[in-house]
């Protein structure tokens, strides 16, 4: 009898789970239809809608009758005795700890302190003034400190592990840095070399002029051939790309076009068609809800669309297949250019100030830039008045370039002014996870590139499937790619991508 009792409590929680993903799910298409199609006259009241399900969602997410089907699920050991079971167990237990550790005053003045001074960063990066933006970074690290003082220090670690919790479970300040120092000394001194001694490609493929509908046909069919279902999902206009994979069966991407430099759209497809390849392949028809249909962590949902977008998106092989395809959507555009010219033009690596424009290399140092200078912020080794003077420094020790203002230094991003601190490393581990899985992948799919060359992606997506994505939660980003690759993170892989791919293009 008692074991029924038991497995109800494992019922109840799993039920209790999948109505809240339910709301989750109904929210995320709100947000959707607000980047997309929602008339601007309905600005307040979808605020009021978002506001109100966001409530129910938190109320649900810290209600004491999950605490009490949690603990009662954790008592018993029919459940905690299986591996899979278990792993669910630990990752609903995190994400209530999370969720019930931050008092509702701290979460409210977060809310409240986030969106004043995201208005603010906005107005001193228009005018290049880091003095009026100044006093509010140094709120946004203050409520930083506290909510990793809510959510506690692991032993021996540092606050910046407490935040990495919410974007990065299980990774550490320490570990992201022992990855990073190498990767940016070579990285540094690879891009400075390839600057001395190589010669540019020419980037005229890259400056065609192809209008809207042609850039979006062509997209339409690369997504079908990477094995995106578009019956299970849409791609979309926005002013800024995402992808959001809220419910079994409806996972939405969006782009942007302009009709210069095709390959922006293309690439931004590619990416948000990776995170929507990694939605779909979660186990949610019949786990919505349980962590074991949720992706692991930010990290790796990256890895996911960096791979794509790069790895296979910037290969000669992928020029082989694509390039006859850009062809017939683009009138012509092309006809000057071989698959040689496609794949040298879409592998420059330059020096430049602005992170969400870098190329696949120099992308990394600005993450490193960044990830430094918010763990010092972090342990109070450095003042909110003294980043632009760090940041500044420390970017011409990386890029060997002066920044000119801060409007393209330490204004840029937007992330800090609503306090995401810890998220910036998730963009370079997607870029490190997918370069080390994709050796692995070489190895273990016969033909890989070969078959890239004819656009029959099937095997590498059904490799992801089985090794990535059935999962869901069930393991730890770190703990998955020793499973896959048989090695720790390493820069390693990363690094020699990037020589294959960008010393060619140099002519090097
Ligand atoms: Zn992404």
């Not at 990793?148 to 320490?174: H, N, S």
């Not at 890259?206 to 051939?225: M, R, S, Y």
């Amino acid at each position: 009898m008692t074991t029924m009792t038991r497995s109800k409590a494992h019922a109840d929680l799993l039920d209790h789970k999948r109505d809240t993903a339910t709301l989750g799910s109904v929210a995320g298409l709100l947000g959707w239809d607000q980047e997309t199609y929602m008339p601007g006259a309905a600005a307040d009241a979808r605020a009021a809608q978002s506001s109100m399900l966001a409530g129910l969602i938190h109320e649900r997410s810290t209600s004491e009758r999950l605490g009490a089907l949690i603990a009662a699920c954790e008592s018993d050991e029919d459940l905690t005795s299986d591996a899979q079971t278990a792993a669910e167990l630990r990752e609903i237990r995190r994400s209530y700890d999370l969720a019930t550790k931050l008092p509702g005053d701290l979460v409210r003045e977060m809310a409240e302190t986030g969106s004043k001074a995201q208005q603010v960063w906005k107005k001193a990066r228009e005018g290049n003034d880091f003095a009026q933006f100044e006093p509010w970074l140094a709120n946004m690290v203050d409520l930083a400190r506290r909510k990793a003082a809510c959510y506690g220090t692991p032993e021996g670690g540092e606050a910046y592990d407490a935040l990495l919790e919410e974007y990065e479970p299980g990774a550490t300040a320490r570990e992201i840095e022992a990855v990073f120092t190498p990767l940016g000394e070579r990285l540094s001194s690879f891009i400075q070399d390839v600057a001395d001694n190589g010669t540019p490609p020419d980037e005229a493929p890259l400056n065609v002029k192809v209008p809207d509908t042609a850039q979006h046909a062509f997209g339409l069919e690369v997504l079908g051939a990477m094995g995106f279902d578009l019956d299970a999902g849409r791609l979309d206009i926005t002013a800024h790309p995402f992808c959001s994979g809220f419910a079994p069966g409806d996972t939405r991407l969006t782009t942007r076009y302009r009709d210069e430099r095709f390959t922006d759209a293309l690439y931004g497809t590619m990416h948000e068609g990776g995170h929507g390849l990694y939605e779909q392949g979660l186990p949610k028809a019949d786990k919505f809800g349980s962590p074991l249909a949720d992706s692991i962590s930010l990290g790796i949902h990256e890895s996911q669309s960096r791979m794509w977008e790069n790895l296979v998106g910037r290969s000669r092989q992928f020029w082989v297949w694509a390039k006859p395809i850009a062809d017939t959507h683009f009138a012509g555009a092309l006809d000057a250019f071989g698959v040689d010219d496609m794949t040298r033009a879409v592998n420059t690596a330059k020096p430049s100030f602005i992170r969400v424009e870098a190329d696949e290399a120099t992308y990394n140092l600005h993450v490193m830039l960044r990830f430094e200078i918010e763990r010092a912020l972090l342990r109070g080794d450095l003042e909110a008045a003294d980043v632009p003077a760090a940041w500044n420094a420390r970017f011409k020790e990386l890029f060997g370039l002066d920044v000119p203002d801060d409007r393209r230094g330490c204004l840029q991003d937007v992330h800090w002014s609503f306090g995401l601190i810890g998220y910036f490393p998730t963009y370079t581990l997607g870029n490190l996870y997918a370069a080390q899985f994709w050796e692995t992948i070489l190895e273990e799919v016969p033909d890989l590139e070969s078959k890239m060359e004819r656009g029959a992606f099937g095997d590498l997506l059904a490799w992801l499937r089985e090794k990535i994505h059935a999962h869901g939660k069930r393991y730890r980003a770190g703990e998955l790619c020793e499973m896959i690759t048989g090695k720790p993170l390493s820069a390693d892989p990363l690094m020699r991508h990037l020589e294959r791919r960008i010393r060619p293009a140099y002519g090097l």
